[in-house]
């Protein structure tokens, strides 16, 4: 085999673990990339945390609390409690929305809008706490 026959089986023939053309740092990341998997700690499901941005009332539909999920995920149907001033009023998710698209769970890092059921819109305010039961 000759010269140009190695150049051709790189260019065309090419591995995706080929990082001939990278430099130390992008093969690292590639690595890292490669056998990283996110985990915040703790299991689906045990524990979410939302901080409420703004509150707002739509009618016929109830309270929305919009703001960002700090920890864990939030599914449709799960139980919460908005803390207040060191109050606790339980309430439900009957819907969550992400940039005017209904989802069935959201998750850490996320703005969302959460719909809650039973809740009145004096239980609930700017920086109050939502978390999962």
Known sequence: ????DNIKDKL?????????FMT?????????????TPQ????DGTYAEFVVGDVFTISGKGI??????????????DEVVIVRGGTETPSVITGIEQFRK??????EGANAGLLLKNIDRKQ??????IKKQ
Do not use: P, Q
């Open 64 to 77: 929305v609390a919009v703001g960002t999920v700090t920890g864990g995920v939030f599914h449709v149907g």
């Open 1 to 4: 085999m000759g010269l140009l």
């Open 40 to 43: 915040s700690g703790v299991a």
């Open 102 to 107: 209904t989802c069935d769970s959201v998750s």
């Open 12 to 20: 065309f023939n090419r591995d995706s673990a080929d990082t001939g």
């Open 24 to 36: 130390d740092d992008e093969k690292e990341l590639r690595e890292y990339e490669e056998y990283y």
């Open 124 to 129: 609930i305010g700017r920086n109050d706490i």
